[in-house]
């Protein structure tokens, strides 16, 4: 059964600190991997898509990279704002078919200004 | 992209009833599932929404508590019945269509509906 883990589980930054999230998932034959932000109370916002065969993906300040092998992934975010402040959910999914995907715990994070 | 509307997205409940969430999708998909998020936790998959067939339920979640259905490519309902304090979550309902030369596979979320069953 797949498992997904992300650490750390909140992170408190100063403002403009450049960050990392990690997520690792115990089956490595994953389709893609998601992350995704949720702000409290709301709906989760898609941020980057790495398929199985892709490395990594960036979108303006963020960066996903993808080590399948490994079974890791992170989320970079550069120059750090306040507006960050979300919690961010890695998921995973097993193949292209009408599969789900399965999440972490999330890191809950905190940019101070 | 796919975007995704949930009806209602609060709802405070009493005890014993059943309460039933839409949701719209703009686009037609060929993947409908339902989360659960309770309080403080991550999503936990509660079934896979089949279209014209009965949905495929996740360990821990059964038909008569959780009812589903899709009747076409772009809405799905979930019915929450006789719900009781510990139904109250947050219910997310994600839609994509499955990878093809022309997707890729993503997978979107609405908004959500909040529960608070007293």
């Known amino acids: 059964k797949q498992e997904v883990t992300q650490i750390p589980a909140a992170l408190s930054v100063p403002e403009g600190e450049n960050l990392v999230l990690n997520c690792s998932f115990t089956?490595?034959?994953?389709?893609?991997l998601q992350w995704f932000r949720q702000d409290p109370g709301k709906g989760l916002t898609s941020l980057l898509l790495?398929?199985?065969?892709?490395r990594e993906q960036t979108s303006g300040r963020l960066n996903a990279s993808l080590d399948k092998s490994s079974g890791r992934s992170t989320l970079y975010i550069a120059a750090s704002q306040p507006g960050d402040s979300a919690t961010y959910l890695c998921?995973?999914?097993?193949?292209?078919?009408?599969?789900?995907?399965?999440f972490g715990k999330g890191t809950r994070l905190s940019v101070i200004a | 992209s796919a975007v995704i509307s949930q009806k209602p997205s609060r709802d405070i409940c009493q005890r014993g009833t059943s309460l039933t969430i839409q949701c719209q999708v703009d686009?037609?998909?060929?993947?409908m599932f339902w989360y659960r998020q309770q309080p403080g936790q991550s999503l936990t998959l509660i079934a896979t929404?089949?279209?014209?067939?009965?949905?495929?339920?996740e360990s821990g979640f059964v038909i008569d508590k959780f009812p589903i259905s899709r009747p076409n490519l772009t809405f799905s309902t979930l019915t929450v019945s006789n719900m009781s304090p510990e139904d109250s979550s947050i219910y997310l309902c994600s839609a994509g269509t499955s990878v093809s030369p022309a997707n890729t596979g993503e997978l979107f979320f609405g908004e959500g509906s909040r529960l608070t069953v007293l």
């Open positions: 790495i398929q199985s065969s892709q």
């Open positions: 929404a089949n279209q014209g067939s009965e949905a495929t339920y």
């Open positions: 998921a995973v999914r097993l193949n292209s078919g009408n599969t789900p995907l399965v």
């Open positions: 686009s037609q998909v060929t993947m």
């Open positions: 089956d490595s034959a994953i389709y893609n």
